[in-house]
């Protein structure tokens, strides 16, 4: 069992910047892919980030102004965020997948997931 608790969002200006932080309970974080998720109102639930053994992938959306690590020592992963747009705002999921097999893209592939963050971007 892996609980994860995100934090970090907040309401910030066009342009600007935030990091979100995702704690996870357990021994074994470092066997997990972890991605971000978010969901605007009204909005499917979207791939945002996710960081594995296979390396890092991006939403296109994302690509160049966001970017995911991880602290397997200290059971936490990151995402900065940097020139937000009013078009990021949404509710922020992390994730945690278990398995090797499946897509790190879809949200069905995660085991776990956390509670939620709200980043709130104004223009």
């Known amino acids: 069992q892996v609980q994860l608790v995100e934090s970090g969002g907040g309401l910030v200006q066009a342009g600007g910047s935030l990091r979100l932080s995702c704690a996870a309970s357990?021994?074994?974080?470092?066997?997990?892919?972890m991605g971000w998720f978010r969901q605007a109102p009204g909005k499917e639930r979207e791939f945002v980030s996710a960081?594995?053994?296979?390396?890092?992938n991006y939403a296109d959306s994302v690509k160049g102004r966001f970017t995911i690590s991880r602290d397997n020592a200290k059971n936490t992963v990151y995402l900065q965020m940097n020139s937000l747009k009013p078009e990021d705002t949404a509710v922020y999921y992390c994730?945690?997948?278990?398995?090797?097999?499946?897509?790190?893209?879809?949200?069905?592939?995660?085991?776990?997931w956390g509670q939620g963050t709200q980043v709130t971007v104004s223009s």
């Open positions: 960081i594995s053994r296979s390396g890092v």
């Open positions: 357990g021994r074994t974080f470092s066997r997990y892919a």
């Open positions: 994730a945690a997948k278990g398995s090797l097999f499946g897509s790190v893209y879809t949200h069905g592939e995660y085991d776990y």
